[in-house]
Structures are given as C-alpha cells and as structure tokens.
C-alpha cells in the first residue's frame, strides 16, 4: 500500500464497533469524573443512564430537533444502545471499580480518547450529509448540524446536569466554549466548505488530515495535563482586531479597586497631615 492511499483507507473505516465502543467508554467515563455523578448513581440508576444516554448519543439528539426529527430516533438503533448501557453498568457498577481502573490506567486511557476524536470526524461528515439531504446547499445548516452532531454532549450539557439535579447556567458552551466545541465548529466550516467544493482538497485527504490534528491535540493535552486552547492566542488577535475585546469588567473593576487601595497608601499628604495636628496638641498638653 502506497502512502498516498492511507488517507483513502482511513476514510472507508467502520466506527461500529471498536470506535463507537471507545466513544462510549470514554463519554461515560467522563460523566463519573463529574462532581455528585456517582451519588446520583446510587440514588437514581435511571436519571444515572439517562444522562450516560445522553453523554453517548447527544450529538445525535441535537441535530435532530434542529431538523425538526423524533429526538429519540437514537433509541432505534438497539445494539449501539445496548453497548452503551453495558459500559454505563460496567463503569458505575462493576465490583471493586475494575472496569474504570482499567481503563483509566494512562495508556489504555489515551488510546480510547484518540479513537473518540477519530468518530468525531465521522460524526461531523454523517451531520453534514444529514443536512445536506433535508436542505440542499444550504451551508449555514451544514455547519450547524455537523457541529451539533460532533459536539452535541457538550452543547447540551445543561440539559444533561439538569437530569440529575445540577442546573448551572453559567457553564452554557456557549458563554464559554471549551477546546472540543471549538474544534468540532472548525471542522464542521472546513468539511462544509468541501462539501460545497469551496475547499480544494479530497474529502479523504481532509479527514485524514483532521483526524490526526484532533488525536494528537488530545494526547498532548492528556500528558501536559493542560485544558488551554491551542487556538486561545489566535482568538485573543482575532477578538481584539474585529470585536474590540478588551479586559473583563470584574478585571478592570478589580485593578481600578487595588489602584484606589494603592494610591491611598502611597499618598503621604492625606495621611501625614492628621497625624502633625495630633502631635501638635500633644505637645501644646505637655508643656
């Protein structure tokens, strides 16, 4: 097999089922690593699946009520289902925690949160192509649902901490967008603007291309063990130039507080002059 003939048999692999299964393992992985999971757990196997269901299948969820389709159309597809519910069971519930340990030993870890990156490629290319055949050519819904579709447990993880009890608007992805949606946005622009034929590049080629992006990107991330954007200085010279972006409020508010605090306490005039009057009249009294 020649090199260039990588890329074409990398885009003809099956995600079912040793991807799909690492997308499962690593999603609910992640829902036990969240603060109160395991209590819920617990307390409420059912509200426990519900939000796994909807850490597996969010994507799928998402860009189904923005086509105006059942949301619950992932629930046909039985044996995907019936995968992912084994590996909720086997991570919450497996004696003495064997199944998590195992899988949470480093290496084993960085390969199942690679082969999850690889089905985000594959779930930006299905979203678009779902688009495409309810909208044609219609670009703006391609990127939509191709970045609902690959990142739909992140954009709809309000919803999936309100199922067991947790309502924190303040981490909407959209007031703060973490690394994954981000590059999921990025990718669901670039495979649109293929898709469209804007782009000048074989379809293949660019998921080969993306993929390795994202599986190196989240290996790094892993071993640095770091959450920092690889796009954060782009996003800070972008901002600034076209939106103007400047320090927060609470910042500015905070540095203009301490100047206030600084400048009192360096301001010899304002706090020497009381203490002379005092010293004045306690000489007048002694003599």
């Not at 289902?81 to 003495?96: D, H, K």
């Not at 909208?135 to 919803?159: E, H, P, Y």
């Not at 992006?213 to 076209?242: I, N």
């Amino acid at each position: 097999m020649e090199l260039w003939q990588v890329s074409l048999y990398f885009s003809r692999l099956s995600m079912f089922p040793f991807f799909d299964l690492a997308h499962y393992v690593a999603s609910v992985m992640a829902l036990k690593e969240q603060r109160g999971a395991v209590e819920v757990a617990v307390r409420s196997p059912v509200a426990c699946w519900f939000s796994a269901m909807l850490h597996c299948f969010g994507g799928s969820v998402l860009s189904s009520l923005m086509l105006a389709e059942p949301p619950v159309a992932f629930l046909a597809k039985g044996t995907n289902i019936l995968l992912a519910s084994s590996v909720w069971y086997l991570v919450f519930y497996c004696p003495q925690d064997l199944f998590y340990r195992c899988f949470a030993f480093l290496p084993l870890r960085l390969l199942v949160a690679g082969m999850k990156e690889v089905t985000r490629t594959w779930k930006i290319m299905a979203g678009i192509a779902h688009a495409d055949s309810h909208f044609k050519d219609a670009w703006l819904l391609m990127v939509a649902v191709g970045w609902a579709r690959g990142a739909g447990g992140g954009l709809i993880s309000n919803f999936e901490q309100l199922v067991r009890g947790v309502w924190k608007p303040e981490t909407n992805e959209l007031l703060k967008m973490s690394y994954p949606v981000k590059v999921t946005l990025i990718g669901a622009v670039l495979f649109t603007l293929q898709h469209s034929q804007y782009l000048p590049i074989a379809r293949h080629n660019l998921m080969f291309l993306y993929s390795i992006f994202l599986v190196v990107s989240k290996v790094t991330m892993m071993l640095t063990r770091t959450s920092a954007s690889p796009f954060a200085p782009f996003e800070a010279a972008l901002g600034h130039m076209f939106f103007g972006l400047q320090k927060t409020p609470s910042k500015v508010r905070g540095e203009g507080a301490s100047s206030s605090s600084g400048s009192s306490d360096c301001d010899p005039s304002s706090s020497e002059q009381p203490r002379d009057g005092v010293r004045k009249r306690q000489a007048k009294k002694t003599e």
